[in-house]
């Protein structure tokens, strides 16, 4: 029997977000169903917007999944500037 010292240096893990990417999808998806949140836009193009914003949260929920959180977190700010973009435009009655 041969015996090997081992040493290292652990990490702690970081605690899990208190919201989750289900969380919020959960929340648009009950959103959209009561009407509360609607897409802005001519035509068809306002269902586009809303599908757009809702593809965008769930990619960074993809890239959370695979340990790409840097660009998760890019993805949803991404998402948020295009919300707030979206209400002011809104707001300026464009189409």
Known sequence: MVEVLLGGVGTQA???PSTTIADI???FDASVADGTLVGNGPGKSANGRKNALRNMIEAA???IDDYYVEEACQQLLDAYLAQMI???MASLGCE
């Open 14 to 16: 970081e605690p899990p």
């Open 25 to 27: 999808l959960d929340f």
């Open 61 to 63: 929920g993809d890239l």
């Open 86 to 88: 979206l209400d002011l």
